[in-house]
């Protein structure tokens, strides 16, 4: 990609001063999830200077479960992932009251009416509910508190939307600059929502990789602070807690918690895979729980695919070890990715738990998203809704097993792609305004 020409002198914009005071720059050991490298630093790092793979943040789990570690107890206005402590390896944002240290805590519920005669039970974690509406509100909100540690004033990413949209909402709360770099076709209500929280939206003609590259070059040619997913370490740091608070609440619902017993964990957990790092952070949560000693085990983890953006899928299902690029088109913008940024760990994620990888058809997709809809009362954005093709095609092969408890997890809210998809005229009616009109409907439609 052509930089074209002289790039414009940018420094860090630092942010006035913090409640922290003096920076205390923490000292983190990054581990590259390809070679095992290990590199301990103070400074920023993205990438593996060897191999470009991936890092991973190594957490002293001895040293946490020495200190007694226990998250603190949920009570009214402490829901939030901070909770989970030094499990999070960032420095917590300062003001204990706004909208940056309240992501997390969403609910888990119960969808018996997704159940199938199987025998299993089918709940739903749902992240729609998070404060930008979207999942991507975790890893926002660390590389954001990570940013306000370091007194940097402005951070960038590239996004198919939601990415931009939390980095977006996270830098208002907490008084920074976000600049989002997405492709032109990014859903009318994401643009609205990032151009609403006050981010410097640039669109680009081109796809999310293109976006992508961008804002690495950004990241290093103008030293910008990247939060792109499988660059910067710490986006899976936020998204794990979801696992964390999955166990939590499955445990306080199934079985009533216990001092001293492990936390219960799910047999399966369906997640929307994109580039690869939600399911990623999905999976390292449960490493994390195993590594404390508060769970005993980890999930089978199934990842779904858009059919039109299914790298990491085919590279699976074929037993590919290399993930080749994909022309990706797909109405379930969240999840499109030519190149998948952290595919290999999302492949490792699945394997490593005996999981599997499905695909989802844009069809498919639209009627998920109804029915789950019209079923629970969730509204999930398309996106999130390939979950739940997922979870029919699963229990289609009778994969699940009786009494198993499965978790649907929702990633981003319907009101995000309003529009993308035309309401059929079949679906509803439209009449005179006079109460003979409104009976004839209503008894036509067989409802009295
Ligand atoms: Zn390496």
């Known amino acids: 990609m052509d930089s074209g020409g002289q790039l414009c002198q940018l420094k860090y914009r630092l942010g006035a001063e913090n409640e922290f005071g003096v920076i205390d720059l923490a000292m983190r050991t990054y581990v590259c999830f390809k070679c095992g490298r290990k590199i301990a630093t103070e400074n920023i790092q993205y990438l593996c200077p060897e191999d470009g793979s991936v890092l991973e943040i190594e957490l002293d789990y001895v040293g946490i479960v020495r200190n007694g570690w226990e998250p603190e107890v949920i009570t009214p206005g402490n829901m939030s992932m901070w909770r989970f402590g030094e499990l999070i390896p960032v420095r917590r944002p300062p003001s204990a009251n706004d909208i940056l240290n309240s992501v ?118 103008m030293g910008l602070y990247c939060r792109n997913t499988g660059y910067n370490p710490l986006t899976i740091e936020g998204k794990k807690t979801v696992s964390y608070e999955i166990c939590e609440q499955l ?76 022309n990706s088109y797909t109405i379930a913008d969240s999840i499109s990715a030519d190149r998948p940024s952290d595919g290999y760990r999302a492949m490792h994620a699945v394997k490593s738990s005996r999981g599997q990888y499905l695909t989802a058809s844009d069809d498919e997709i639209v009627v998920a998203a109804n029915e789950l809809a019209s079923k629970t009362g969730i509204f999930a954005e398309l996106s999130a809704a390939v979950a739940y093709v997922g979870l029919k095609k699963l229990q289609d092969t009778e994969w699940v097993n009786a009494s198993d408890d499965v978790i649907m997890l929702i990633t981003g809210h319907g009101l995000k792609t309003v529009g993308t998809i035309k309401t059929p005229t079949e679906r509803y009616t439209n009449i005179k305004p006079n109460m003979k009109a409104l009976s004839d409907t209503l008894c036509g439609k067989d409802i009295i």
């Open 104 to 221: 997390g805590g969403t609910p888990l519920t119960y969808a018996r009416q997704l159940n199938s005669n199987i025998g299993e039970r089918v709940w739903i974690k749902n992240d729609s509910l998070l404060p930008t509406g979207s999942l991507k509100d975790r890893a926002s909100a660390v590389v954001v508190s990570e940013a306000i540690a370091r007194s940097i004033g402005a951070v960038i990413t590239a996004s198919t939307g939601n990415a931009g949209v939390a980095l977006a909402g996270m830098a208002a709360a907490g008084g920074l600059k976000a600049i989002v770099v997405a492709p032109r076709d990014a859903p009318v209500a994401k643009i609205e929502q990032i151009v609403g929280y006050g981010a410097e939206l640039v669109l680009v003609d081109g796809s999310y990789s293109d976006a992508y590259d961008l804002t690495v070059k950004a990241s290093t040619e």
């Open 251 to 326: 445990s306080s619902m199934v079985e009533g918690r216990k001092t001293g017993a492990y936390w219960k964990v799910p047999d399966v957990v369906i997640v929307p895979v994109g580039d690869g790092n939600m399911i990623s952070g999905v999976y390292k949560g449960f490493v994390d729980l195993m590594s404390i000693g508060v769970a005993s085990r980890i999930p089978k983890i199934v990842g779904v695919q858009a059919e039109g953006s299914a790298a990491i899928a085919h590279a699976y299902m074929s037993g590919n070890p290399v993930i080749d690029e994909f």
